[in-house]
C-alpha cells in the first residue's frame, strides 16, 4: 500500500486474520511500519512481485470491552496500541490498573495506552514510554498524564492480562480507541482487558537491516563517534587508498 503508517493500520484492517502480507511504500512522514520509500517504488513492486521478499510476524492484541450493563463483551483488537482515555477534555478519568487479576495502581489521568512491541514507537513512546524491539513479545502500558506518584510505564509479560477499569466516581467516562481508528465508548464501570492474541499480522519485508538501523534513520538519530562505524569508514578509506594505488601503478 502507498502512505503513511495510517495508510498501512488501515490495510491490516482489511488482512487482520489472513496469511497475506502487507509492504507498506511510505508517502507520509516517518513511516516507521512502511518497508520502502517513495524513490524505491519500482524496485519493490518487482520485488514484490517476484515474491522476492521475506515475511515478518508482528504481535498483536485482543480487547475486551465489559460494559456496565452486564451484556456481551466488545470485541476489539490492536497492532498499535489500544488507548482508554477521557471523554471529556476539562475532566481527569480515574481508573485501576490491573495484571492478571490483580490491582496494581488507581489514579486520575488522561488516559492509559496498552501498546505492543510495534506500537511502542507510537503513541506510548510520544508519552514517554521506552521502545521496545518487535522480537520482544510484551505488552506495554504507559499512564498518560497520570495525577499519582507511581505511574511508571510496564512491561507486561506475553501471557498475562492488563486491565483498566473506569470507577463509578471518575469525573469523565472514558473513550477506547484502537490504532486511532476504532472507537468504542467506556461509561463509568467499564472494563477494558487487553491481552496478546494468538493470531500476528504479517509484514512483508526487503530488507535484512536490523531494527536497530530502523531506528536510527527514522528518527534521525545521532550516530556520530559510534567507535564500529568509525573503523568502517577508515576501513573503506584505507580500501580506496590502497586500489588508487594499485592503479597508478
Request: glycine share 10%; with cysteine.
Amino acid at each position: 500500500m502507498l502512505g503513511g503508517d495510517g495508510t498501512i493500520l488501515r490495510a491490516a484492517e482489511l488482512t487482520h486474520g489472513t496469511d497475506v502480507p502487507l509492504l507498506g511504500v511510505n508517502l507520509g512522514h516517518v513511516g516507521f511500519l512502511a518497508e520502502s520509500e517513495r524513490e524505491d517504488l519500482h524496485a519493490a513492486v518487482a520485488r514484490l512481485a517476484a515474491r522476492d521478499y521475506t515475511v515478518e510476524e508482528r504481535t498483536v492484541v485482543d480487547v475486551r470491552v465489559h460494559l456496565p450493563d452486564g451484556g456481551e463483551p466488545v470485541r476489539g483488537w490492536a497492532l498499535n496500541e489500544a488507548t482508554v482515555e477521557k471523554a471529556q477534555r476539562e475532566r481527569m478519568i480515574e481508573v485501576v490498573v490491573g495484571v492478571d487479576g490483580r490491582p496494581v495502581s488507581s489514579f486520575g489521568c488522561d488516559g492509559v495506552v496498552t501498546a505492543t512491541a510495534t506500537g511502542s514507537t507510537a503513541h506510548a513512546f510520544s508519552a514517554g514510554g521506552p521502545v521496545m524491539w518487535p522480537e520482544v513479545d510484551a505488552v506495554l502500558v504507559v499512564p498518560l498524564a497520570a495525577h499519582a506518584l507511581f505511574a511508571r510505564p510496564l512491561v507486561v509479560g506475553p501471557r498475562s492480562t492488563v486491565t483498566v477499569d473506569v470507577l463509578p466516581r471518575s469525573a469523565s467516562s472514558g473513550v477506547l480507541t484502537c490504532d486511532g481508528r476504532r472507537r468504542i465508548d467506556l461509561p463509568n464501570g467499564s472494563r477494558v482487558e487487553v491481552r496478546r492474541s494468538d493470531t500476528p499480522l504479517r509484514l512483508a519485508r526487503l530488507s535484512t537491516a536490523p531494527f536497530t538501523d530502523r531506528l536510527v534513520s527514522k528518527f534521525s538519530l545521532p550516530v556520530v563517534g559510534w567507535r564500529e562505524r568509525a573503523a568502517d569508514v577508515s576501513g573503506r578509506a584505507a580500501e580506496r587508498s590502497r586500489a588508487t594505488t594499485r592503479e597508478e601503478e
